[in-house]
């Protein structure tokens, strides 16, 4: 038995005996004996309908959750950009962590930087193994456990907080913007505007921080 990979939009399952989509269709035997020649995959009429659905500013409605879902990533993102070195430099005495200069600027630099090289380990996790929706679900998560780790006033959980921090945002980069694209078909006119109005919410979300 094979499985085909989880997309953002649409499940198949492929067997060698039949083919499911999501139990709207099923293929018998006879109807696969044409195989492995060519592979059809049918898509039902409510993904159609989803992609032509106009009820967030006229686009499909899936374009509301992703724009919010990165509106706040980029939140969390920048926010900890802005105040985490003047956390990590104050004093105990201030609620810090009293970190020198040079060793705060170090755990920085490697947060910033690790941020962005796990989205390379993320999207391959989400192309081959759990799927762009999974990856950008247990992303944000993940992120959450972080922020919350980092509120508990210790060394530890501070630096188990980044590390959640840093795993959840590689889920979570490279596949959201993925699943933008598949909201819409490669004719769609709306597709540009779809994308200006996602980067849209990662200016909001920066400003907000």
């Not at 959201?176 to 006119?189: A, F, N, Q, R």
Request: with cysteine; proline share 4%.
């Amino acid at each position: 038995m094979h499985a085909c990979p989880d997309y953002p939009i649409f499940r198949i399952t492929l067997c060698w005996n039949q083919v499911a989509f999501q139990d709207h269709l099923v293929l018998d035997n006879s109807q696969v004996s044409q195989w492995p020649a060519r592979i059809i995959v049918f898509m039902s009429q409510d993904l159609s309908n989803a992609r032509w659905n106009t009820s967030f500013f006229g686009h499909p409605r899936g374009l509301s959750t992703l724009f919010f879902t990165e509106m706040w990533e980029r939140f969390s993102f920048y926010g900890m950009r802005a105040l985490l070195i003047l956390f990590m430099t104050a004093t105990v005495e201030h609620g810090g962590l009293g970190f020198p200069t040079a060793k705060a600027g170090a755990v920085y630099g490697l947060y910033t930087a690790m941020v962005y090289l796990v989205t390379l380990p993320g999207g391959w996790i989400a192309d081959r193994i759990i799927g762009q929706r999974r990856a950008v679900l247990w992303g944000g998560v993940v992120i959450a456990l972080g922020h919350y780790s980092m509120a508990i006033p210790r060394l530890d959980t501070f630096y188990l907080g980044l590390g959640l921090i840093v795993i959840g945002t590689g889920l979570l980069k490279p596949n959201i913007s993925t699943m933008v694209g598949d909201l819409y078909t490669p004719e769609d006119h709306r597709r540009d505007a779809g994308f200006s109005i996602f980067y849209m919410g990662i200016n909001i979300g920066a400003l907000l921080s």
